[in-house]
């Protein structure tokens, strides 16, 4: 039932690392709204450098560790990142990213899936 950003990251992949505080600030921007998101770190970051960029860089949403790469997989056998997708309040995927998205685009089209019944 939220609008959901799903960002399929690394710690070694830099794009996503100088991306990483425009998802903190979207996140904050529109979360009370009924907007989530969740960081999806791929299969081969190690967990330690996972936790340790959540904790230094006080990630506000859920960080999940992808062990198996089953997530990847499922979400299309994703193997460049960043890939990013916006989720709407049924479920379904309304916009994937490769790269760093365009905020200012996101942020709109994040604001019309908020005011969708």
Known sequence: ?????????????????????????????????????LAVAMSYDPPQYVLNFAQSRQLPFKVALDHTGAVARAWGDIKITPTTYLVNKRGEIVKSYVGAPD????????????AEA
């Open 1 to 37: 039932g939220k609008v959901t950003l799903v960002n399929f990251w690394a710690t070694s992949c830099t794009t996503c690392v100088a991306e990483m505080p425009d998802i903190v600030a979207t996140h904050k921007k529109y979360q009370a709204q009924g907007y989530d998101t």
């Open 103 to 114: 905020f200012a685009e996101l942020h709109r089209l994040i604001e019309k899936l908020l």
